[in-house]
Nanobody
Framework: QVQLVESGGGLVQPGGSLKLSCAAS????????MDWYRQAPGKDRVLIAI???????HYADSVKGRFTISRDNAKNTVYLQMNSLKPEDTAVYYC???????????????WGKGTLVTVSS
């Protein structure tokens, strides 16, 4: 069984910073791509940042230049550094990863339960 657990959400003022973490744990053989999504109130969940196992990154236009995704492969952990936060960044942030467990030869999608980020004065 594989689990993704996010942490680091909370309340921050506009212009502030937060760093989210997401740790994958369990019977893991390897982790491929790791991503961050977010879902604002009343809106669909959208992809905002991707990092491959090799470290290549891609960002949605809405966060490019403000957010940075990184990972520690030894810890199976992905991070999202969020700077210059705006009220429109308020959302539940979800971690997603393609994980191969030791009991299979295929990669499977796993999701965290989400962490709430609120940007407000």
């Amino acid at each position: 069984q594989v689990q993704l657990v996010e942490s680091g959400g909370g309340l921050v003022q506009p212009g502030g910073s937060l760093k989210l973490s997401c740790a994958a744990s369990g019977n893991i053989f390897s982790v491929n791509t790791m991503d961050w999504y977010r879902q604002a109130p009343g809106k669909d969940r959208v992809l905002i940042a991707i990092i491959t196992s090799g470290g290549s990154t891609h960002y949605a236009d809405s966060v490019k230049g403000r957010f940075t995704i990184s990972r520690d492969n030894a810890k199976n952990t992905v991070y999202l550094q969020m700077n210059s936060l705006k009220p429109e960044d308020t959302a539940v942030y979800y971690c997603h990863a393609d994980v191969r467990s030791r009991s299979t030869t295929q990669y499977v999608d796993y999701w965290g339960k989400g962490t709430l980020v609120t940007v407000s004065s």
